[in-house]
C-alpha cells in the first residue's frame, strides 16, 4: 500500500515541481478556448446550435486530460532514460503495485489539470446551471485519465527511446481528441467519420463530460459510463500486462 | 587447470553468499555471457572485471533479477534469484553504472522513496537516512533537488541509497566512472568503511585496474562472456608473471579493442 502511495506522490511531485509543464499544459487548451469558443460561437448560434463556449468547454476538458494522462504514462521513458526505472524494478515490490502507483498518480494529475481547464472556462462566459452532477463530471474525467494514462503506459513499456514520442502525438493523440466529437456535433456527420469517432473510446468521455455539465448526452449516460469504462478496463489490464514485460 | 585451481579457493561453499553455477545469457543468438561459474564468500571485496562488452554488465543484471538467465543458477543469499526474486532483492543493494535517481526530489526524497519501496519502518528509516547521508557528507543539503547536485554528489546519494535497507551484498558498476580522484578516493574510503564496520559484502565492477589492485580482496576477470581467470591478486599475478593487475589483465584478455555491443 505504501509502495503505491509513494509512486503517486512522486508523480504529484514532479508535476507541480514542473513549472514549465503547469504552464505549458494550460496555455494550450486556453488558446483552444478563446479561439474556437469565440471564433466559430457566431456561425454555431446562426446554426441554432446554441452558445458554442458550452458545447465546447467539455470537449477542451477532455482533451487536456487526454494530454496530461498519456504524458504522464508515456514520461515512464524518460524513467527508462534517466535510469530511475532501474530502481523501481530492482526494488522487492511488485510491478503490479508499481503500475497501480504510476497509473493513479498520472491520472490524478491529469484529473488536477482537467479541474483547472474547467475553472478557467468560467473566465471566458461558460456556466453550469446544476452543481448536483458535479460528481459524474469527475467520474468520467477520472475514466478518461485512467484509461489513457494506461494506454500511454503500455506503449512506453515497448518503447525503448524519446523518438517515438513525437509519432505517438501525431498519430495517435491529435486523431484521438480531433475523431472525439470534441468540437462538433455528431448529427449528420459522413458516415465514415461517424464509424470512427463511435470507436474512439474518448468520445465516450468527451459525452459523459457534456451530460454531466448540462450541455446534453448525444450518446446517454449509461452507453458513456459502460464503452468508456470498459475501454479503461481493457487498457488498464493491457498496460499491467506489458509493464509486467519490461526487461531493461 | 585455471578452473580448477580456482575452485579450491572457494574455501567452503557454506559462506559463499553469491553462487554463480553454468550461467548463460543469450541475446538474439548472441551468448553475452557464456558458461561461467563463481562464488563469492561473506564479507569479500569482490572485484569483476573485463573489456567493454565482456559481459560484466548483463551478469550484474543477471545477479540482481534485472534480467532473467537463459541458463544456470544464481544463488545470492542462499536465495534462487528466479523464483525467489524479492528474498533476493531484499538481500541486496545496487549503485547501477548510469544515474538513476530522480533528480526533479530532493537528497532526502530520494532515500525516503527508496526505504519505502523496501519497507524500512518509519523511525528507522529516519535514523539511517541522517546516518548514511552524514556518511557521504550531503547531510547538509538533503533539501537540495538532485538535479543540483555534481555528479560526485549524485554518486555519493546512489551509495547511501543503496545501503539505506540494510543489505548483505552491495552490488557496484563501475561506482567511479568519471569521477576525480578526490571523489573516488574518497568513495574507495567510504566502502572500504562499510565492508569493516557493516561487513557488507562487497561485488565491483571497474576499469581502472589501479583502484581494484588497491581494494579487492578477490577477482575474476570475464572476456567475451567468459571467466578467464580467477582467484586471490596474488595468484593471478603469479600465474601470468606480471607485477601489476594492470599487466595481468592485460596479458589475460590481449591489446585487441572490443567493440562494445549495446542492448
Redesign the interface.
Known sequence: M??V??LWL?QL??YF??KSRLIGSLGQPLLFLVALGFGFGPIYQKAAGGSYIKFLTPGIIAMSVLFTAMFSGIEIIWDRQ???L????????SRMEIMIGRTLGGATVAVIQGTVVFLISFLIGFRIKDFLYLPLFFLFMLLIALLFTALGTAIASKMEDMHGFQLIMNFLVMPLFFLSGALFPLQNLPRALTTIVMLNPLSYGVDGLRGALGAGYQFGFSQDFLLLGAATGALLVIGSYLFSKI?? | MTEKKSEKNLISEKNLIIKVKNLTKVYNGLKAVDNISFGVEKGEIFAFLGPNGAGKTTTIKMLTTLTKPTEGLVRINDYDSVSQENEVRRSFGIVFQDPSLDDQLTAYENMDFHGILYKVPKDLRQKRIEQLLEFVELWERRNSLVKTFSGGMRRRLEVARGLLHHPQILFLDEPTLGLDPQTRTHIWNYIKKLNQEEKVTIFFTTHYMEEAEKVAQRIAIIDHGKIVAQGLLNELKEQTKTKSLEETFIALTGYEIRDEEVK
Open positions: 505504501n509502495t502511495y509513494i512522486r511531485k514532479r515541481r514542473s534517466f535510469g530511475f532501474k530502481e523501481t524494478l530492482v526494488a522487492p515490490v526487461e531493461l
